[in-house]
């Protein structure tokens, strides 16, 4: 692919076994206009930018000019199905070092080994946010830096991981709590419509309504077993109703 060519494609729903991965699926024609093979990585650029490895799209993607992303890479690109990104190859260098922050006040012991393993062959940009779930709860992480410099790293298993233990704030990394691939049974268009901000969440649409953040009042210390031969224990903030009032679960 030439040096500085772009090309603007049209952005379409992952479909549930690629979501996850840190891949996209593009046109193959598309891929052949713009010297793309399978496993180069691409600067995708929408309201922000985000990175990922390239994989060929379906046969029914040929020649509509589309790239197929998860829901936390749109979140990441800041766009919605049916936007529109430009895509080029980036250039990609290997991490030495990669530093990440919390969405929320958590401390995890053995998290960096973790998330370095689950970065393991990743392409990762500034700002992209990492959710990883654990025993059924999800912790969010964003990527505030990273040395080389360069469009996007790669990270390897030499890859130094860092968690900082001052959480970044939520707003700021504009986190979705919820995915539409975890929840499933929804409607492309009114995935759509709810990534545009169009319709106000209901009760019976799988996501709670956002909670006012409280000051920390008491912090336990939780362990997971993440089944895999690895052990998280993570200290988050606890919630605790006032003197007189219990609410059960």
């Avoid at 193959?28 to 060929?56: C, H, N, Y």
């Amino acid at each position: 692919m030439a040096a500085g060519r772009e090309k603007f494609l049209r952005v379409a729903e992952a479909k549930p076994a690629d979501a996850g991965r840190g891949i996209v699926r593009i046109d193959p024609e598309v891929m052949k206009i713009l010297e793309l093979k399978e496993g180069d990585i691409v600067l995708i650029e929408g309201a922000k930018s985000t990175a990922a490895g390239v994989r060929r799209g379906y046969p029914e993607d040929a020649n509509r000019g589309v790239i197929r992303m998860d829901g936390m890479q749109r979140r990441n690109a800041g766009v919605g199905i049916d936007d529109k990104v430009g895509l080029r190859k980036a250039v990609a260098r290997p991490a030495e070092k990669v530093s990440l922050a919390p969405t929320e006040p958590i401390r995890i012991m053995g998290g960096e080994q973790y998330m370095a393993q689950v970065l393991q062959g990743r392409a990762i940009t500034r700002g992209d946010v990492i959710s990883v779930s654990v025993m059924g709860r999800k912790f969010d992480f964003v990527v505030t830096s990273f040395s080389p410099g360069a469009d996007a790293v790669l990270v390897e298993a030499e890859t130094e991981v860092k968690i900082a233990e001052k959480p970044i704030k939520e707003e700021e990394a504009k986190v979705p709590k919820v995915d539409y691939e975890d929840i499933g049974g929804l409607g492309s268009e009114v995935r759509k419509v709810r990534e545009r901000g169009l319709v106000a969440r209901s009760s019976g649409d799988g996501q709670d309504a956002p909670r006012e953040s409280r000051r920390v009042r008491d912090e336990r210390e939780l362990p997971f077993d993440l089944g895999a031969g690895d052990h998280v224990q993570v200290l988050r903030t606890e919630r605790r109703e006032p003197a007189g009032h219990f609410q059960k679960g």
